[in-house]
């Protein structure tokens, strides 16, 4: 720390330094300029400025285009010069400068920004001058950092003193473009665009807009640009270029893109002479491109080319009441045909095709959208065949031969798709609404057919219970029809042992009757020879009497009766005869 004693030295130094400067300045026209200050000079007496011009480069009277750096300068007596010492232009980060020139050449009728010449930054305005630069905003900007600028040449509009000026404060930031998207561009200078054309071609050597000299240079087209700016920090003047920034162009998966392009180079068809449908080209050329856009993001600008989304998976399209997630096939609904016998009923039918990434260029070729080969080819295709096929048949042969309907339809689709660069994968019928009048016969045939079938199966079912029922019952009686039919052998056996033992025992009575019938017929023999000989010998009458006798002897026979019963008129006979057996049988007892 300074002393009092020190202090008051120092003062004294510095306030004699002041005033040797103030006598010293007039006599040597010293003009000192700081680190951070710009000198700008003005005359105050010399030749005239030529008419139109506000700076001098010989010496004229008035504003000089050269500046005092920083340091001592003798020579600029405050008689004859007036020192303006200003701030230097300080461009913060993030941030641009624009520029406009008070002096300079007149700016041609066709432009509205002044062509970038070398002056150094525009620290040097005598080169600005003498270069040709051009009076009027200039095309070229100042970007982050410290400037020693004449400020009485040029105004420069920076984020801060921007709306002093008409503009928004954003406009002078560094332009980002945010991921995930894209810039599209239009350029405020340059050439007319070529008739026909609605957008510029792409121009090489201007990094992205940034270089606007070499844009103009290089024949750059005023307006909508085919270039996109990609995501980034972009050095962009806004009188320059104006942005507009859309997401990419997604292409989701199992879809690929078509790309339409309205600009690009001359148009030159790739798609050889077996393709007469449309016209493919390379991309980068105006037209259909030959090339499609798989899965993924790209950086496409929607305002100059259009990409038309064709799906690789199965699409399935419905002429029936729902409709697919797709939405290809709201347009659709039942088919209604004729039949043969003069009904009229509806369809329902499902078609499934399949379009290869390959083909898709040909397809949005030849009809321009998904969309359209609905609405335009498959609809007539597959209306029309099924109208055609109904009246070849009755309603009731349509729907028993359903199957092979579809079959039909399924192969004549398939051909006639083809043409037009689409798989027809397959065909299907799905509900089929015949007139109600014959439904109502055909629900009562049916029902009366199903009645029967339930009154078969009814008994059927009866029948099986019976049949269970009698083979639980032979189950149950199993035993004793074992037993019986053991009981039946038994007995058999033992009835061919009696026949066996009866046979045996007829066999000993027929020997034993023809022995006695021999025997008895000799004993009749014998007797016949005795009663013929007593015959002989007694006679008839008396060998009768003999045997009479000898029989009522052998026998026992009572020749008086036990009880005799007279004849007396009395009636005492009978009963008295009666009582006397009665006596005699209890005499007896």
Same mark, same amino acid.
């Given at each position: ?13 510095? @306030? ?29 007496? +010399? ?43 300080? *461009?913060?980060?993030?941030?641009? +400068? ?24 525009? !620290? ?7 270069? +040709? ?7 070229? $900007? ?30 002078? /930031? ?8 894209? #810039? ?27 270089? #606007? ?46 790309? *339409?392009?309205?600009? #690009?180079? %001359? ?50 399209? =419905? ?58 080819? $498959?609809?007539?295709?597959?209306? =029309? ?39 027809? /994968? ?16 055909? @629900? ?6 199903? !009645? ?11 029948? !099986? ?25 038994? %007995?058999?056996?033992?009835?061919? %042992? ?34 013929? $000989? ?6 008839? !009458? ?10 009522? +002897? ?12 007279? #004849? ?10 009666? $009582? ?10």
């Amino acid at each position: 720390m300074f002393t009092g004693t020190a202090f008051a030295i120092f003062f004294t130094s510095l @306030t004699g330094l002041v005033i040797l400067l103030a006598f010293i300045r007039p006599l040597t026209g010293l003009v000192i300029i700081t680190e951070r200050q710009v000198g700008i000079v003005i005359k105050r007496f +010399g030749h005239q400025l030529p008419p139109g011009k506000l700076l001098a480069l010989k010496g004229e009277a008035g504003l000089q285009a050269d500046t005092l750096a920083p340091g001592w300068h003798f020579g600029y007596f405050p008689w004859q010069y007036s020192v303006h010492k200003v701030p230097m232009t300080i *461009i913060p980060q993030g941030e641009i +400068g624009l520029v406009v020139a008070a002096d300079g050449q007149a700016m041609p009728a066709n432009r509205i920004l002044g062509r970038v010449v070398d002056c150094d930054n525009f !620290q040097d305005a005598r080169k600005f001058l003498t270069n +040709g630069g051009e009076k009027g905003r200039q095309l070229s $900007l100042l970007t982050a950092g410290t400037y020693r600028i004449n400020t009485e040449l040029f105004t420069i509009i920076t984020a801060r003193n921007a709306e002093q000026h008409g503009m928004a404060a954003r406009h002078l /930031l560094v332009y980002q473009v945010e991921p995930d998207r894209v #810039g599209i561009v239009t350029t405020l200078d340059g050439q007319p665009i070529d008739e026909g054309e609605i957008a510029g071609p792409i121009v090489e050597g201007h990094n992205n807009f940034q270089d #606007g000299q070499m844009f103009l240079d290089n024949h750059g087209r005023r307006g909508l640009q085919e270039q996109v700016l990609l995501s980034g920090s972009w050095n962009l003047n806004p009188w320059f270029v104006y942005v507009e920034q859309t997401a990419m162009v997604e292409i989701p998966i199992g879809h690929v893109g078509i790309v *339409i392009a309205y600009v #690009g180079k %001359a148009h030159q068809d790739v798609s050889g002479e077996s393709f007469k449908h449309g016209n493919l080209v390379e991309p980068g050329h105006k037209g259909v491109w030959v090339t499609p856009l798989y899965p993924g993001k790209h950086p496409i600008n929607g305002r100059v080319m259009r990409v038309e989304l064709v799906p690789t998976t199965n699409i399935v399209l =419905n002429w029936a009441s729902r409709t697919e997630a797709h939405k290809y096939d709201a347009s659709l609904s039942p088919i209604t045909v004729r039949s043969k016998d003069g009904f009229a009923f509806n369809l329902d039918v499902s078609q499934i095709i399949h379009i290869g990434a390959l083909e898709a260029p040909k397809v949005i070729s030849r009809v321009g959208s998904v969309q359209n080969l609905v609405d335009h080819v $498959l609809q007539p295709i597959v209306g =029309n065949y099924f109208r055609n096929s109904a009246q070849e048949y009755t309603v009731l042969d349509f729907l028993s031969a359903r199957s092979e309907r579809q079959v039909e339809a399924t192969e004549h689709i398939r051909r006639a798709v083809s043409a037009y660069d689409v798989q027809a /994968l397959d065909t299907l019928i799905g509900d089929i609404t015949p007139p109600e009048s014959l439904m109502v016969t055909q @629900t009562d045939r049916k029902i009366a057919e199903e !009645q029967r079938k339930t009154y078969e199966v009814q008994q059927m079912a009866q029948e !099986q219970r019976q049949a269970l029922v009698r083979a639980k019952a032979v189950a149950d009686i199993q035993e004793e029809m074992v037993k019986s039919e053991k009981s039946v052998d038994i %007995a058999t056996l033992k009835a061919q %042992a009696d026949v066996q033992q009866a046979t045996g025992e007829a066999k000993s009575t027929q020997l034993r009757a023809e022995g006695e019938a021999n025997a008895i017929r000799s004993t009749g023999q014998a007797r016949a020879e005795v009663y013929r $000989l007593g015959v002989e010998a007694l006679g008839t !009458q008396g060998f009768t009497t003999l045997q009479m006798m000898q029989i009522v +002897g052998d026998k026992a026979v009572r020749i008086v009766p036990d009880v005799a019963v007279n #004849g007396n008129s009395g009636g005492g006979g009978l009963a008295e005869g009666l $009582l006397g057996l009665v006596l005699r049988e209890k005499n007896s007892d």
